[in-house]
């Protein structure tokens, strides 16, 4: 006599619950947090050093050009600027003709980048190690990939970054 077949129920798929954006933005705000106070240590804020390491690998270059760099609207680049300039660590100079100006940062802002930079690294690795490189890797895999998935161009710019 044959025992009867007996069929197993697939395994239930999990469905997230949830708010996708709210945990993404929590996750966001808890890195920011991290970044933020290693960066405190030389008078930057996050997005003043990423203004400066863009500056200074594209620079000198039209406001406008920067602006679309770094996927920011051209007021908030504005906006963030202004403190870089009266610190003297980017200029606002005259580009081709009367009307078309170029940032370009300075040697002094190239220290204070290079500065931050040792804070960066700090602060990166401290979370690298916090996490775990293999979960800071697939975290970057998702991200990337997750990118790559909403296409070019699914958001608008918001300027935090």
């Keep these: ?15 997230p619950q ?43 270059l039209r406001p406008g050009d920067l602006a679309q760099a770094m996927r920011m609207q051209p007021s908030t680049l504005t906006r963030n600027l202004r ?15 009367a009307r078309s100006r170029l940032v370009r940062i300075t040697e002094t802002g190239q220290r204070k980048r290079q500065e931050a930079q040792q804070c960066w690294k700090t602060a990166q690795l401290a ?19 997750s990118l790559e998935l909403l296409g070019p161009g699914a958001g608008h710019a918001d300027g935090e970054d």
């Design 18 to 60: 949830g708010c996708t954006n709210l945990k993404l933005r929590q996750l966001m705000r808890r890195v920011a947090q991290h970044y933020d106070a290693e960066m405190a240590r030389c008078g930057l804020k996050t997005t003043q050093y990423s203004l400066l390491s863009h500056v200074l690998k594209l620079g000198p």
């Design 127 to 145: 979370l690298n190690t916090t996490l775990g490189h293999e979960r800071v890797l697939a975290l970057h895999r998702l991200v990337d990939e």
């Design 1 to 15: 006599m044959q025992a009867p077949q007996v069929t197993l129920a697939a395994p239930a798929v999990a469905t």
């Design 83 to 97: 403190p870089l300039q009266d610190a003297g660590w980017v200029a606002l100079e005259q580009g081709t003709d």
